[in-house]
């Protein structure tokens, strides 16, 4: 059972380009959350998502950012006109519930998104 | 509101030598609160979680974590020190009642140096 897989590890945009960062759950994982790292910082919390509907986008930016996890296919974070301030290393959990039993969140090993 | 405060930004030990990563939480409801650590360019590894169950909380690796409820602390600790210990430590609670892994709210982090 391969982990969260999260691709492209390293990514490279130039100011205004739009990024697109993809993440794999685990296999028969539904929920699928978004967090930003920002250097020396801890990770925050971005977006909670399951099969085509957003739970939880509280902690995105209000513009330029959206995320989306279709009913095929990986979950993307789509960062639009990209800026310096978004270098940051993203990175992608999953688990099979929410629950805090018998359950834990998976993350991926992030990509590391650098503006130049 | 949730929030988690890593007392001390940079740890150095001696191999063989115990460990103490010191966390602080604040929380309006009974929390769930992990510890997970970061190897440099690597994903996240959950290393315990606390649930409202035993205080003391058995992990990976030799670690452990006590719940005290009355110093609303959870300090991780580890008797002897090993090289490969060496990573970025990350106190977290649940930003969620229900004590689930959506929006994790994660410490600033305390990265560990072993030295030989």
């Known amino acids: 059972n391969a982990g969260v897989m999260q691709n492209p590890r390293h990514l490279v945009r130039r100011r205004g380009q739009e990024a697109r960062l993809r993440c794999s759950p685990m296999?028969?994982?539904?929920?699928v959350y978004w967090y930003r790292q920002l250097p020396e910082e801890g990770l925050k919390f971005m977006v909670y998502?399951?099969?085509?509907?957003?739970?939880?986008e509280s902690g995105m930016p209000k513009e330029r950012f959206s995320a989306e996890f279709p009913k095929e296919g990986p979950s993307i974070l789509r960062i639009q006109q990209v800026v310096r301030g978004d270098s940051a290393a993203y990175f992608c959990?999953?688990?099979?519930?929410?629950?805090?039993?018998?359950?834990?969140?998976?993350f991926g090993q992030g990509t590391r998104l650098t503006v130049v | 509101a949730q929030s988690v405060t890593q007392l001390d930004s940079h740890v150095s030990v001696s191999e063989g030598t115990p460990v103490l990563l010191r966390c602080n939480y604040s929380?309006?409801?009974?929390?769930?609160l992990f510890w997970y650590v970061q190897h440099p360019n690597k994903g996240l590894q959950l290393l315990l979680k606390?649930?409202?169950?035993?205080?003391l909380v058995k992990g990976i690796n030799g670690f452990e974590a006590e719940f005290k409820k009355s110093e609303t602390s959870f300090h991780l600790t580890k008797p002897s020190a090993h090289m490969s210990d060496a990573a970025e430590y990350f106190c977290?609670?649940?930003?969620?009642?229900?004590?689930?892994?959506?929006?994790?709210?994660f410490g600033a982090g305390t990265r560990l140096a072993v030295h030989p």
């Open positions: 959990a999953s688990s099979p519930a929410t629950s805090r039993v018998n359950t834990e969140a998976f």
């Open positions: 606390y649930t409202s169950a035993a205080t």
């Open positions: 929380s309006s409801y009974s929390p769930s």
């Open positions: 296999k028969g994982h539904s929920h």
């Open positions: 998502l399951q099969k085509e509907n957003i739970i939880d």
């Open positions: 977290v609670v649940s930003g969620s009642p229900s004590g689930g892994y959506n929006k994790l709210i």
